[in-house]
């Protein structure tokens, strides 16, 4: 029995030295700094080659290899990296990762028991304070002299030893030199110094409404993004004088976020695009590269990729010619086609949402074109519009040289839908915007649209003298198309840099194709005809038209000094409605209400579809819109309104008067869908029928 135990001791004893063992070599390996900083590399970088791991660790002289191999063998014979020998790449073991977490938390516990003063940095470390840093960050940030560099520093310090904490952050140390700076009247620096991000409680609140977001956790982050970039934009990119018209509500910035990053819509011949073959270079390196296709099926896998990384380089649209063509030689088989595309779309609709109005994918579709490939993507579409609550993707129906009757009977079904159609004798987006050089198919097309002005504002501080308020107007637009000026050289600079791969190709780095700068009238009707006093009658058209000419006049002025092509739109905007709000609050909602129809100020045209059948064309709105689309070169947005009472026999035969009438409209319906099982059906009403919720959406 005692030798048993003996024994026992002696086993106990041999594994307790051996693991005390093991452990002391452990230590020996973490004493060298080398050898920690190639766990590191490898638990950031992931699996790596013997040459890339020495690269990155710094060993790159042919004088320092053996002293590379030796540290990689310690780490090796102590089971903290491993060699995974078919692929020969390096990785560090969960053993390494537990040893260099234990090494930070030394380091840092070292720090902090030290009794000094450190700082936890952004860059996840902490460091022990040092003043000299902050003159440094003044200086190369701010633009400070060094001489107030180091006053504002010191006055930093001083507060920051009064705390008499051991315990500091990087973005506490900053709100200090802001405060500092601000005390001594040194705005214009505290904004360069200024941090961009969001509060606690706005990302609590984020995360306590997720339920609200749509497109998962890649709505979250870009919309956590979109706000730091709308931020850094209004206080340090626009000139200031255009950011306080913004914020003042003068006029408004769309998508503030993405404005210096983004265009707003592309004109894109997407023919050429998919023949010449999906090659991205050194952009993208996890999509597929993709040769010119020779089959109906490469041309599908083609356009879905394509489609899906053209809506990441537009922030509202992109307007898709030269389908019918692409399709063309392959029309004997039509059946094929229609589920090709139908598959296509259906591929397109998860590509990355920047917003909560996704970048719309329009492919535009002349009825002169071939009729049975025209009708046979009406169908892929009707199809895709019937299975996909909130479509992404439009059809833009060219019926300059045909007629829509041909194809009401589908177009009439899709409208019913609630799909995107914009109908249009020429080249347009879906939201009425017209392209810089509409001749010319093949050629791509930019729009910088995204500022609009408020013209209701305009008037109320007119004093109801329509001059003065033409003025205003004139005074109002200079700055801010010089704003749209240095937003176009800011999105030219970041597409040649490879932020927009596929317009940088497709533009040679846009020094090719045409880009327009256009300035969007919100609530113009309202404006004129409400405000500023003046009756819809002959002797009112003519003032509008007179403010029209105005604008477009200042724009081609202020256009050939800047070197750019200016024009001027009356389209949809966001600013439709924060206008109304914002100017609610400053005059009183009295002194709104009078003027406005519906929610917000007017956008364009709305024509009411159960009047169509009696209409002509001399009636009223189509003399108008007509007359305003002749005079607007950037474009105008009609809406053709459909009651949610009128079926798809009532809405075919509105299409087609419309097209006899008009040059460019859209017809738009409130389709119901449930926001929590995504059922879309004419009939819901209060409830969902499927899974009984409250919420719905129109």
Not at 39 to 63: C, D, H, M, Q, V
Not at 157 to 180: A, C, D, G, P
Not at 254 to 271: C, E
């Amino acid at each position: 029995m005692e030798l048993s135990e003996d024994f026992g001791e002696q086993k106990r004893g041999g594994i307790l030295q051996s693991a005390s063992k093991r452990v002391r070599m452990i230590f020996s390996v973490m004493a060298s700094p080398n050898r920690i900083d190639i766990l590191r590399i490898l638990n950031s970088k992931g699996p790596l080659t013997y040459s890339e791991l020495k690269s990155l660790a710094g060993f790159k002289s042919k004088k320092e290899s053996g002293k590379f191999a030796y540290h990689l063998r310690k780490l090796l014979r102590q089971s903290l990296v491993a060699l995974n020998k078919s692929e020969r790449r390096y990785t560090i073991t969960n053993l390494g990762k537990l040893v260099l977490s234990l090494a930070r938390q030394i380091e840092e516990r070292s720090i902090i028991e030290s009794g000094k003063m450190y700082v936890r940095t952004s860059h996840e470390s902490i460091e022990e304070f040092n003043s000299h840093k902050i003159i440094q960050s003044l200086v190369r940030e701010g633009s400070l002299p060094l001489e107030l560099a180091q006053k504002i520093t010191e006055e930093v310090e001083n507060r920051i030893y009064k705390f008499q904490t051991s315990y500091l952050t990087s973005s506490l140390i900053r709100e200090m030199v802001n405060s500092v700076l601000l005390e001594q009247g040194h705005e214009d620096y505290r904004h360069k110094l200024a941090r961009f991000g969001l509060p606690g409680y706005d990302i609590h609140e984020m995360l306590t409404n997720v339920d609200g977001i749509h497109n998962g956790v890649e709505g979250l982050l870009f919309k956590t993004g979109k706000s730091v970039f709308g931020e850094y934009l209004v206080l340090n990119t626009l000139p200031k004088d255009v950011a306080d018209s913004h914020l003042s509500g003068d006029i408004h910035i769309t998508n503030t976020g993405l404005w210096s990053l983004l265009p707003d819509t592309l004109f894109v011949n997407i023919k050429e695009l998919v023949e010449e073959g999906i090659d991205l270079r050194g952009k993208f390196l996890g999509v597929t590269r993709i040769p010119p296709p020779n089959s109906l099926e490469g041309v599908g896998t083609a356009l879905s990729i394509a489609v899906s990384l053209l809506v990441k380089e537009a922030s509202q649209e992109v307007v898709l010619d030269g389908l019918v063509g692409l399709l063309q030689k392959y029309s004997k088989n039509i059946s094929e086609i229609e589920d090709k595309i139908a598959d296509s779309f259906a591929k397109m609709s998860v590509a990355s949402k920047l917003s909560k109005d996704s970048t719309l994918a329009s492919f535009r579709i002349s009825l002169a074109s071939d009729p049975k490939i025209a009708n046979a993507i009406f169908s892929a579409y009707k199809n895709y519009v019937k299975a996909t609550p909130l479509p992404t993707i439009g059809i833009i129906v060219d019926y300059e040289k045909s007629k829509i009757g041909d194809f009401s009977a589908i177009l009439s079904e899709i409208v019913s839908l609630g799909g995107h159609v914009m109908f249009s004798k020429g080249i347009s987006s879906n939201k009425g915007l017209s392209k810089a050089d509409g001749k010319n198919l093949a050629a791509t097309s930019i729009s910088l649209q995204s500022l609009s002005i408020n013209m209701p504002r305009l008037a109320f501080e007119s004093n109801k003298d329509e001059t003065y308020f033409r003025a205003r107007l004139a005074l109002l637009m200079k700055p801010a198309l010089a704003a749209m000026s240095i937003r176009k050289k800011e999105i030219s600079d970041l597409t040649r840099r490879g932020l927009n791969p596929i317009l940088a190709n497709n533009t040679q780095y846009m020094q090719k194709g045409s880009v327009s700068l256009v300035v969007n009238l919100i609530g113009l009707r309202e404006a004129v005809y409400g405000i500023l006093g003046y009756e819809n009658n002959k002797a009112g058209q003519e003032i509008l038209a007179k403010v029209v000419t105005t604008a477009t006049e200042v724009a081609s002025k202020k256009g050939k000094e800047m070197g750019d092509n200016v024009t001027v739109s009356i389209t949809e905007s966001d600013a439709a409605s924060r206008f109304s709000s914002l100017d609610g609050e400053k005059y009183g909602k009295m002194s709104i209400h009078p003027h406005v129809e519906g929610e917000s100020y007017s956008e364009g045209v709305v024509i009411d579809a159960s009047e169509m059948d009696s209409m002509n064309a001399k009636s009223e709105k189509i003399l108008e819109s007509n007359h305003l689309l002749k005079m607007l070169n950037g474009g105008l947005l009609v809406q053709l309104r459909i009651p949610e009472t009128m079926d798809t026999a009532g809405i075919r035969k509105a299409l087609e008067k419309a097209g006899d009438l008009l040059s460019s409209f859209r017809p738009y319906r409130k389709v119901p869908i449930c926001s929590n099982c995504g059922l879309k059906e004419e009939k819901i009403s209060e409830k969902c029928p499927v899974c009984k919720s409250p919420y719905i959406l129109a």
